[in-house]
């Protein structure tokens, strides 16, 4: 699925009768994803303790080890294994396809595999590695029964399993878990362990069905395992079965806290998934001292410099950033590439996850020197391990394009995603999701500079790809439904924008919640939307509710809190509540400037409204220094002919008819005309 930003984005509001206009911040949840492996901020660690040998792989001739005396050398190709997920596509489709109306649950869970074929095709390389590690986890545990299946047996489901066909190794833990259950209590063990693997394998089909089957009879044989709740706590997170996946995770916490003591490495994996569950909820107080936990466990018991503190570091940097606690993020992730790039090489798909979260962080702070060094680095290395055309490559491009973006280089970023698209039209097809979230990026890039005629049919396309690959209750379907809405916004057309929006924010409420911050911002659009019309009393209670969850779970100097307090202010003054507002507009400023730094354009936006309310109060000395400022930031960022230029120019030019100044107002006026006059030609109304 997309990773989904709430993103800052212009919307021009008619003020008033006098022509003066005020920016609204609309946080969109805007499909300008960093996406893919390149994209994942935190990933599950698994409980494998009851393994006396790790899995290692060897990544130059696919040997893997497996047991102590054994090698397996796993066959499968990236072309096979691609066919393979395009083989289960289809077979998923054609499930759905003849599923009755009434079977909802199925209808999700299956809607949730497909989503994780997408997720692997994105990532083959990391997915095949992880499937050749589950068929080897297959074979070390038929190991321990080749007493009862005889060698002949076993080397067959080792040929089959080398060749990527579980089929043999399933049959025979059907075989031993059978047996098992006629034993009642003697055969419990070995059942249990028979159930939990017919569950590993089902997984690595991407079988959620069956595994989320298999692992359940696996705890009912043997309910005190944690590695079988731990692995069921993270198919039912998978299949958004939250509550389930808490109670799940609790009880392997617990469990493993029992027996090994509460500063073991095991206790840590449980502590990590229980926080990326909380974290995922929306329970950011939640999840943090959990990940403090885990990393002060790891750090003790495997050292300071070992692979699994860094993720955990990782986790932690995604954390901050969500919450906007951009320098404790950038550290966090500074200190995990360290330890990945000493331990694993920079080259390693971990340190070059690293290096993309740290060129993210460094985008979100507005040091865009920084992160283009780092995005092309991630770029560098990208394509020589995957080469030119990779869809990960596609990823990459993409946070670049989005880099661009942010700078106003729109030329180079609309290049850049339409390579992207094309890379993932050539190697997924037409109808992928990926390929969707490309063409929403290229949307909205056109959106922000005023191009709605070429935006908009970008924008259904992907909503109907989306809607058919995944499913009417998507969160990306409903991303894209917000994407069109904020399109619409723009457009004039508030009637069906308003439609897109109350569809999008009950898939959101019923996938995360109510208190998310993905719900604040569906919230946020909605009263911008209702404050555009002049429909106040509707705008206020939206924008206070959206605030209101923002501050609950993000940092307090958060630019989305600030994005809500800017949005609020505009109706406190268009309510005439001017003294209310004032003090919303400073704080907001103050946010801006300490989170982007003073030559940002979400700075030019607050410059702007302050400046817009101080003309209102009478305080002319105080607004004009303010419009200038605003005015220069904006033509850097945007280019001299983009609307909120000629924003700037009408409000300025307003101020200085008021402080007799109307010699330096008329070329003002003149220019925001033609600027005006150029994008309505453009973009005409429908």
Not at 353 to 363: F, G, K, T, V
Not at 419 to 434: C, M, V
Not at 495 to 520: M, N, Q, T
Request: with cysteine; aromatic share 6%.
């Amino acid at each position: 699925m997309d990773n989904i930003s709430s993103l800052w984005a212009w919307a021009t509001e008619a003020a008033n009768q006098r022509g003066i206009h005020t920016i609204a911040l609309i946080a969109g949840l805007v499909a300008l994803v960093i996406g893919a492996i390149w994209a994942l901020f935190k990933h599950f660690s698994r409980d494998r303790s009851s393994k006396a040998n790790p899995i290692q792989v060897k990544a130059a001739n696919h040997g893997i080890a497996a047991g102590q005396n054994v090698t397996m050398h796993i066959g499968i190709t990236l072309e096979e294994f691609l066919k393979a997920l395009n083989q289960r596509e289809e077979e998923v489709r054609k499930e759905l396809a003849e599923l009755r109306t009434s079977e909802i649950e199925k209808r999700r869970i299956l809607e949730k595999t497909l989503d994780s074929v997408y997720d692997q095709m994105t990532n083959l390389q990391t997915a095949l590695e992880a499937k050749e590690a589950k068929l080897v986890e297959a074979y070390q545990a038929l190991e321990s029964f080749k007493g009862d299946l005889g060698l002949e047996k076993m080397q067959q489901a080792r040929k089959a399993l080398e060749n990527g066909d579980t089929r043999v190794a399933e049959n025979l833990f059907q075989e031993i878990l059978a047996k098992a259950l006629t034993q009642v209590k003697a055969g419990a063990t070995k059942g249990a362990e028979a159930a939990y693997h017919l569950g590993v394998l089902a997984e690595s089909r991407i079988d959620y069905l069956n595994a989320q089957h298999y692992y359940q009879q696996a705890i009912e044989l043997q309910p005190d395992n944690p590695q079988y709740l731990n692995d069921a706590g993270i198919i039912a997170h998978t299949l958004g079965h939250y509550q389930e996946s808490e109670s799940l995770f609790q009880r392997a916490l617990n469990i493993t806290e029992k027996v090994l003591g509460p500063e073991h490495p095991d206790i840590a994996a449980s502590f990590n998934n229980l926080a990326l569950l909380y974290e995922h909820l929306g329970k950011y107080e939640e999840a943090e001292p959990l990940y403090q936990r885990a990393l002060a466990i790891s750090k003790k018991t495997m050292g300071p410099e070992h692979p699994d503190v860094a993720t955990t570091l990782n986790n932690l940097g995604g954390l901050y950033r969500i919450q906007g606690r951009y320098g404790e993020a950038e550290s966090f992730y500074h200190l995990s590439l360290a330890i990945r790039e000493n331990v694993l090489g920079l080259e390693h798909p971990d340190s070059v996850q690293s290096l993309n979260n740290l060129a993210s962080i460094y985008r979100a702070q507005g040091k865009y020197g920084e992160a283009e060094i780092t995005f092309r680095q991630v770029m560098a290395i990208m394509e020589k391990a995957l080469g030119p055309e990779h869809s990960s490559l596609a990823t990459g491009l993409n946070n670049l394009a989005l880099l661009y973006k942010d700078q106003g280089r729109y030329r180079e970023a609309e290049s850049i995603v339409k390579r992207a698209l094309a890379i993932r039209e050539k190697l997924l097809g037409p109808e992928h999701p990926d390929v969707a979230t490309s063409l929403s990026n290229l949307a909205e890039l056109y959106r922000h500079q005023g191009s709605y005629r070429e935006a908009e049919p970008l924008c259904r396309r992907a909503l109907s790809i989306r809607e058919q690959a995944l499913g009417l209750e998507h969160p990306d379907v409903a991303t894209s439904f917000n994407n069109l809405a904020l399109l619409c916004h723009h457009q004039g057309k508030y009637g069906e924008a308003e439609s897109l929006y109350r569809r999008a924010l009950p898939i959101w409420e019923k996938a995360i919640g109510p208190e998310h911050p993905e719900v604040a911002a569906i919230l946020n659009n909605l009263a911008c939307l209702y404050h555009q019309q002049g429909k106040l009393k509707e705008a206020e209670p939206l924008h206070q509710r959206a605030l209101a969850i923002r501050e609950k779970l993000l940092d307090p100097e958060h630019p989305d809190v600030a994005n809500s307090l800017n949005n609020l202010a505009g109706i406190y003054r268009d309510q005439g509540k001017l003294e209310e507002a004032e003090p919303l507009y400073k704080r907001v400023l103050g946010i801006i400037e300490n989170s982007f730094g003073p030559e940002h354009l979400h700075v030019a936006n607050t410059l702007n409204n302050l400046a817009v309310l101080f003309s209102d109060q009478g305080k002319y000395a105080e607004a004009e220094p303010l419009y200038p400022r605003a005015l220069a930031i904006c033509e850097k960022a945007l280019g001299p002919e983009h609307p909120n230029v000629a924003t700037c120019l009408e409000n300025y030019a307003a101020l200085l008819r008021k402080i007799g100044r109307e010699a330096e107002a008329e070329p003002m006026e003149a220019r925001a005309q033609a600027i005006r006059a150029k994008h309505a030609e453009k973009n005409p109304q429908r």
